[in-house]
């Protein structure tokens, strides 16, 4: 069983900044490429931020978010963090963090969310 855990969402105001952060516990034998992605309720899935590599060497991001969000990630520590500047209210949603997790006995990757934390930016 593996679990990823997010933590750091809340109000800020526009302009402002949050950082989110992301912990996978389990049984892991190496993550893959970690994501996050945003809802909002009664519309899609976004996908936000992409660090696709654990060396941490490629990231790509949305367009609406490029220039003031920043994916990075701590290899030694299973985790992942979105640094957010430069607030909008546009990006409030719910953020879900999501990896690709190799987990002992059993072949390939398997893709594992997490519940999901809210940002809220007010005008």
């Known amino acids: 069983q593996v679990q990823l855990v997010e933590s750091g969402g809340g109000l800020v105001q526009a302009g402002g900044s949050l950082t989110l952060s992301c912990a996978a516990s389990g049984s892991i034998l190496t993550i893959g490429a970690m994501r996050w992605y945003r809802q909002v309720r009664g519309k899609q899935r976004e996908l936000v931020a992409v660090?696709?590599?654990?060396?941490?060497?490629?990231?790509s991001y949305a367009e609406s978010v490029k220039g003031r969000f920043t994916i990075s990630r701590d290899n030694a520590k299973n985790t992942v963090n979105l640094q957010m500047d430069s607030l909008k209210p546009e990006d409030t949603a719910v953020y879900y963090c999501?990896?690709?997790?190799?987990?002992?006995?059993?072949?390939?990757?398997?893709?594992?969310w997490g519940q999901g934390t809210q940002v809220t930016v007010s005008s």
């Open positions: 660090i696709t590599s654990p060396s941490g060497v490629t990231t």
């Open positions: 999501n990896a690709d997790v190799r987990m002992p006995l059993v072949d390939g990757f398997l893709e594992v």
